[in-house]
Each structure stands twice: as structure tokens, then as C-alpha cells.
């Protein structure tokens, strides 16, 4: 059985820009959850992107439903796929890569196997799974969802939560709590710009940091 709820509302391309400024690693700073697990890792290198989060959740062996997602997908989407366990199947290559592409989706993220990796880069969609697979999903018609609530490593995905990828990883955020984090995260890597003028000029990074008064002031004789 298919279960399909509606697209979801976009991320404003304002917020969409200002998290796009943010490393995923910056906001590891700040917060503690919403982060995927960290062996779901980019395919390219170099890469960041942030977009709407489109979720699926495919089972075993099936991948239907994200062939009829395809004929959905907007420009702006990041498409997120729960693949409920399986790390043998790879459910995304080289004609999923196009289609999604052609459509303006931003990424793809699977918690599990992808396979034509060198696709990825010949029509440059990034992509975070778990490593490649040379055996693939098949049209079998048996059951998914579209547009629910999932698990990607780890981490409930929302239809619609802002999704922030790049070379350290992903993060999703609640779009009502994006731009504060986001915020907040640049004020940090501005902060950092300065610190290493600092670190340049020939002061010593605990010194700055407060760590040498720390371990002074709990040092035993």
C-alpha cells in the first residue's frame, strides 16, 4: 500500500541564501540533535546546499514510489529517503539522478546505498548516502510514503523541515527555528575570522579561548 500526503510548503529563498552561508559543523556548535548520522556522507566534494525537505520512506527491494516522485519534485526540493534498514539495494542512480536533476531538486540524501556514483558528477547532483551499491531497487508496486514523518540516520525528518548539507554532513531544522540557528551560527563564523587574525598576530589559542585560566586555576601542584 502507498500511503501520499501533499507536497510541502517551501523554504523562503531568503532563508534558503542565509543557510547556505552556514557549515553544517558551525551548527554542531550550537545545537545537539537534528544532525543525520555521519557515515550518510557526500558523494562530491565541496559541496553545500540548502533546500525543503521532501521525505520518502521505500522498504526493502521497492522503489516505486520515488519513480512517481519524480513527476512531483520542485526546484528547491532535497529529497530524503528512509530505507527502513536496507543497506544492500541502491535505489538511486543514474536515471533517478537525471530525473531529479532535470526537475531543479538540490540533493539527495538515502540512508542507505546509491549506485552510478559518476553521474553524480557528470550532471552535478549532490548526493549523502552510505556508500555505493551495484545492486539496485526494481518497479515491484508494493508499498511506501510519501511526505511523513521518517527516520534518516537516525534523525526524525519532517516533510518540509529546512535541510542543510554539506562536507561534514546534514542537518534538518524546524523552518520556524532555521534562521535564529542560522543567525547565530554566521555571528560564530565571523567570530572565528577574527580569532585566527588573532591567532596570526602571534596570540596563543588558549589564551583566547579561556583554557590556560581554566587548568591554572584547577592545576595540582
Not at 529563498?13 to 542565509?18: G, I, K, N, T
Not at 565571523?190 to 585560566?213: C, F, H, M, W
Amino acid at each position: 500500500m502507498f500511503h501520499i500526503q501533499p507536497m510541502p510548503a517551501q523554504i523562503d529563498a531568503d532563508l534558503v541564501a542565509l543557510l547556505e552561508r552556514v557549515e553544517v559543523a558551525t551548527i554542531g556548535h550550537v545545537l545537539h540533535s537534528g544532525f543525520v548520522d555521519p557515515s550518510i556522507r557526500s558523494v562530491l566534494p565541496n559541496k553545500r546546499v540548502a533546500g525543503t525537505a521532501v521525505t520518502l520512506r521505500i522498504p526493502n527491494a521497492d522503489s516505486t514510489l520515488l519513480h512517481y516522485l519524480t513527476q512531483l519534485v520542485r526546484p528547491g526540493d532535497i529529497v530524503l529517503v528512509d530505507r527502513c534498514g536496507d543497506v544492500r539495494h541502491a535505489c538511486w542512480g543514474g536515471v533517478i539522478t537525471n530525473a531529479m536533476k532535470l526537475a531543479g531538486v538540490k540533493a539527495g540524501v538515502i540512508d542507505g546505498p546509491a549506485t552510478d556514483f559518476s553521474e553524480f558528477a557528470k550532471v552535478d547532483m549532490p548526493m549523502w548516502c552510505r556508500g555505493p551499491s551495484p545492486i539496485t531497487t526494481k518497479i515491484l508496486g508494493l508499498e511506501g510514503a510519501l511526505n511523513v514523518p521518517i527516520s534518516v540516520g537516525g534523525q526524525t525528518i519532517h516533510p518540509g523541515d529546512a535541510v542543510l548539507c554539506d562536507e561534514s554532513g546534514v542537518v534538518a531544522l524546524r523552518p520556524g527555528e532555521a534562521r535564529a540557528v542560522a543567525e547565530r551560527a554566521i555571528r560564530m563564523q565571523e567570530d572565528e575570522i577574527v580569532l585566527l587574525e588573532r591567532l596570526r598576530a602571534g596570540e596563543k589559542l588558549p589564551d583566547i579561548s579561556g583554557a590556560n585560566a581554566l587548568v591554572h586555576a584547577r592545576k595540582v601542584a
